[in-house]
């Protein structure tokens, strides 16, 4: 703080601040009661003359501060039965999304054979995700081992599941 020497506080200036100090009155709403002095000043005034205030400083305006990691402000936590259940559930997270996962196709719907029972030409994609596996079978398009549906996904997916 600049050690600029300000004037000598006067007996009515310090009767002020040693009025409204202690009432938890903020540094600058005394100032405006002193002309000429600062917010600054009269807290210089206050530390050196060892004023202690007796009233916590007066609120801001925002009262709730959002209470750490709950999420939830102190009325709220406070506030019990019904209410607080409704907050509570209208609070609740949204479901976590899952890790970005490979869009998975349409299950599929057509005719499926048992490995044993494909075709040569029967479609190998395999529809079922457990074993027994049951294959497409659709007609595989020539020079592939899929029909034309799968013989897309194949590419789509970079080979399959
Ligand atoms: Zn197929």
Redesign the pocket.
Known sequence: MPAKLSKQWTAAELAIVRRDWPKGISASNIARQLPGRSKSAVVGLVHREGIVRTVPPAPRTKRDRPAPRTGLSRSQIATEGNLAKKIMHHRQPAPAPRPAKREKPKP?T?PTVAFDDLTRDG???P?TDDKPYR????K?QPGSP??????R?SVRTGGGE
């Open positions: 599929y057509g479609c190998r994609w529809v294959f497409c079978s659709g595989a899929y029909c034309a549906e799968h013989a996904r």
